[in-house]
Each structure stands twice: as C-alpha cells, then as structure tokens.
C-alpha cells in the first residue's frame, strides 16, 4: 500500500535510532520493531523529541479566545468569541502556523489533538486548533448538518468556513505569527473543510492542506445525493497548493473503494494531491490521527520539507 512501499530505500538504520532521510533534513527517531500484516513497521518512542528546528515542546497547549462575528436573524451582526487551543514552540522568531480543524462534535466536547500538536512545534511550527460556533466553550449557534440535502449541507459548509476566516484573522492580528507561511489542516469533517476552504478563499501565504481521513458524511446513507464527492470535486478545481491525503483502510464512514474514488476526483479536477491509504492494527481507520501516528508521521515529515515549513530556533 501507499505509505510503505519502498520503505527500505527512506530509512538507514543508526545505533538506537532510525534515521529518516529528506530533502533538506536527517531525523533521528528512536525505535523498536514489530510486525503487522507481514509489514515490517518501525516504531519510535521517541515521538515527542523529534526536531528539525531544535525547538522543545509545549505539550497541553494554552486556551485562546478568537473574536468573530454572527449574523442575526434580523440581518444584524454580534460579536462572539470562538474557543482555541495555542501551542507555541520555545523558541524564538516568527512562527510559522497551522490551522487544524476538528470534525462532526457533540455538544460541549473540546478537542485537542496533542500527540499532532507537539510534533508542529518540536519543528518550530505554532498550532491553531480552533472550536467551531456553539461547540466545545465557543459562542454562536452550531450548524453540523446530517443531511442528504446538497444545500443544507453546503449551509453547513459556509459556516464553518466563516469560522475558519476568524483563525485567519487572529494569525494576521497576532504578532508572533507569520501569516506569510500558514499550513492548514483538519480531521473528518475538518479535513474537508481545509480543503474548501483554501479553494475558496486562495489566502495569500498558505501553504499547503494536510487532510487526515477527510469526510462530510458516510458513502451509504445519501447514495443519490454524494456531498463528499461534491465537495472534492469544487476543491480540486479551485485548488493552488499542495495538499497531502492521510486515510486508513477500513474506515467506518467510506470504503476503500469510496476513499479512492473521492482522492481521483480530487486529482481529475486539477488538485495536486498526495494520497496514502494505509495498512494498520487498529479497527477503524477514520481513528487514523489519533491511533497510526507510526504509519502517518514519515510522509508529514515529508510534506512539510516539501513546502519548506520549519522555524527557526
């Protein structure tokens, strides 16, 4: 599959680490080995020291409040703040930044991906994660459509949008971070949404898109009514920068088959694509961010060297 083939040629085994070899950088991982599906994998424990920029880590991120607005009924507007989380390197300059957005929530529930976040700025890269309208302590009214209705999801898809606008305008309004070099990404629901949004809106200094098993809904409730296929499809053609696609086999929203067929689209449109669908030894691939950060962190690594986003220390 995608993310392992030729895994022998990337990698030169070191003392008690593995060197990872890319264009402009050689990271040592410390390791052990196990074997999957007759795969062999190299597992590093090591994580959370992995450095290109010489920066530490800030593990639990800080709580941020981003000012946005909310259009009323009655055509007014009114001011509210969305909820955030802040991770910052220890390290000095202009960070660079990415924009990650979380998928379909319930409620109250706050989402932090750590594990993700402390990899961004052990590069010297500050992490956005921000709460979209009516979730976790954000203000506003929510709008999470479970519809096969194409305009009520793409309702949807605007809201959130607008959500992510006001990330945007934080990095812009905050001095610490370079809006020049902005990464973007999401999970789910929020992995389809970078996408969107950056062929929507084309901001000026971002990057690229990292898209972990990105969905609007399953491939069997609308049959007749594809959002998914929709929404890849508008993104591909809108779409300027790269962007990488992490997916795992067996995810409980698409198949295999759907999951391809959403990649192809993408690409037929015109998006500049790389796509992965791994192999893994978990049960569900959609948990791919959260559980497979062995089979995914080499091709991020990867990417990153590929749009040249590091920080300085």
């Given amino acids: 599959m995608s993310g392992h083939q030729g895994a022998a040629s990337k990698y030169a085994s070191g003392g008690s680490c593995?060197?990872?070899?890319?264009?402009?950088?050689v990271h040592c991982l410390p390791i052990f080995m196990v074997n999957v599906k007759n795969l062999s994998i190299a597992l590093w424990v090591g994580?959370?020291?992995?450095?290109?920029?010489?920066?530490?880590?800030?593990?639990?991120?800080?709580?941020?409040?981003?000012?946005?607005?909310?259009?009323?009924?009655?055509?007014?507007?009114?001011?509210?703040?969305?909820?955030?989380?802040?991770?910052?390197?220890?390290?000095?300059?202009?960070?660079?930044?990415?924009?990650f957005?979380?998928?379909?929530?319930?409620?109250?529930?706050?989402?932090?991906?750590?594990?993700?976040?402390?990899l961004m700025t052990s590069r010297?890269?500050?992490?956005?994660?921000?709460?979209?309208?009516?979730?976790?302590?954000?203000?506003?009214?929510?709008?999470?459509?479970?519809?096969?209705?194409?305009?009520?999801?793409?309702?949807?898809?605007?809201?959130?949008?607008?959500?992510?606008?006001?990330?945007?305008?934080?990095?812009?309004?905050?001095p610490s971070l370079d809006a020049e070099r902005v990464l973007l990404g999401g999970n789910s629901r929020g992995g389809v949404l970078a996408l969107v949004y950056a062929a929507r809106r084309k901001v000026a200094g971002l990057k690229g898109v990292i898209n972990f098993v990105g969905t609007w809904g399953d491939d069997?409730?609308?049959?007749?009514?594809?959002?998914?296929?929709?929404?890849?499809?508008?993104?591909?053609?809108?779409?300027?920068?790269?962007?990488?696609?992490?997916?795992?086999?067996?995810?409980?929203?698409?198949?295999?088959?759907?999951?391809?067929?959403?990649?192809?689209?993408y690409r037929l449109a015109g998006g500049d694509l790389t796509f992965r669908l791994y192999a893994h030894d978990f049960w569900n691939g959609h948990k791919l961010l959260e559980k497979g950060s062995k089979f995914w962190l080499p091709d991020l690594i990867q990417f990153l060297d590929r749009i040249n986003l590091v920080g300085t220390n």
């Fill in 18 to 25: 593995i060197k990872l070899r890319t264009q402009s950088h």
């Fill in 47 to 99: 994580l959370l020291y992995w450095s290109s920029a010489g920066a530490q880590t800030q593990s639990g991120g800080t709580t941020i409040w981003i000012p946005s607005m909310e259009r009323l009924p009655d055509s007014n507007q009114k001011t509210i703040k969305l909820e955030a989380t802040l991770y910052t390197p220890n390290a000095t300059g202009k960070y660079p930044v990415f924009i």
């Fill in 101 to 118: 957005n979380h998928g379909l929530v319930s409620g109250f529930s706050r989402v932090k991906y750590d594990e993700l976040a402390n």
């Fill in 124 to 174: 010297g890269i500050a992490v956005i994660m921000p709460m979209r309208r009516g979730l976790g302590g954000s203000e506003g009214s929510q709008n999470q459509p479970r519809s096969c209705d194409i305009a009520i999801n793409m309702a949807g898809v605007q809201h959130a949008i607008e959500d992510i606008d006001a990330a945007f305008a934080y990095v812009r309004s905050n």
């Fill in 220 to 265: 069997r409730s609308c049959r007749f009514d594809d959002i998914n296929g929709t929404l890849f499809k508008e993104a591909g053609a809108g779409s300027e920068i790269p962007t990488l696609w992490l997916y795992g086999e067996g995810d409980g929203y698409n198949s295999d088959k759907s999951v391809k067929y959403y990649a192809e689209t």
